[in-house]
């Protein structure tokens, strides 16, 4: 199985800051990442696919990078809706992996 | 617009089965996988399975499990009712979580990203 691993596994920011959230795989994936936001209690939206494609209706506040092994998500101008947890998942190779997850608070 | 409605809350006992299900509205159903997720209790995120369409436009298709669920999960899907299932069986007290269905999006091949997510349905396994 792919290995999904993300840094940080959380941090604190404040409305108005630009964070990055990093993924990394255990083997190449090319470009085949997604990222997902999860807020307490409820499910998950998919944010971006293909690691820089934004999914219908998500802000171009977020942006994706990387292809690879390493991946990258950055938040800018932070909003109160922002803070959540982030799972990055590879969809290269079946079984499909989540990450374990980077709370944004 | 795209709506993916799961089945109600369950209740089972070890041992036993459920099938939950995924209602699709909104698109045409029959072009597009299906993923099962499933999230514990204060955990995150674990990929079950998915279903795919086949080439054939009939509604038939191709499932892959995770190895980790293999032998005890099944995933259907009936395209008259723009439905499909996912049966869990040999519950333990370990597959109390969420269950969510997500919409499979084609990148290329047998390969297909999640776009739209269920609302989700909390299984609970207890004696």
């Known amino acids: 199985d792919v290995q999904m691993t993300q840094s940080p596994s959380s941090l604190s920011a404040s409305v108005g800051d630009t964070v990055t959230i990093t993924c990394r795989a255990n083997?190449?994936?090319?470009?085949?990442l997604s990222w997902f936001q999860q807020k307490p209690g409820k499910v998950p939206r998919s944010l971006m696919y293909?690691?820089?494609s934004l999914q219908t209706g998500v802000s171009p506040r977020f942006t994706g990078g990387g292809s690879g092994r390493d991946f990258t998500l950055t938040i800018a101008n932070l909003q109160p809706e922002d803070f959540a947890t982030y799972y990055c998942?590879?969809?290269?190779?079946?079984?499909?992996?989540f990450g374990p997850g980077t709370k944004v608070d | 617009q795209v709506q993916l409605v799961q089945s109600g809350a369950e209740v089972k006992k070890p041992g036993a089965s459920v099938k939950l299900s995924c209602q699709a509205s909104?698109?045409?159903?029959?072009?597009?996988?299906v993923h099962w997720v499933r999230q514990a209790p204060g955990q995150g995120l674990e990929w079950m399975g998915r279903?795919?369409?086949?080439?054939?436009?009939?509604?038939?298709?191709?499932?892959k499990y995770s190895p980790k669920f293999q032998g005890r999960v099944t995933i259907t899907r009936d395209t008259s009712a723009t439905t499909a299932y996912m049966e869990l069986s040999g519950l333990r007290s370990e597959d109390t979580a969420v269950y969510y269905c997500?919409?499979?999006?084609?990148?290329?091949?047998?390969?297909?990203?999640?776009?739209?997510w269920g609302q989700g349905t909390l299984l609970t396994v207890s004696s």
């Open positions: 998942q590879q969809f290269a190779t079946y079984p499909l992996t």
């Open positions: 083997q190449d994936i090319r470009n085949y």
């Open positions: 293909a690691a820089t």
């Open positions: 909104g698109f045409t159903f029959f072009t597009y996988g």
């Open positions: 279903f795919i369409p086949g080439s054939g436009g009939t509604g038939d298709g191709t499932t």
């Open positions: 997500a919409r499979g999006r084609i990148w290329f091949g047998d390969l297909y990203y999640f776009d739209y």
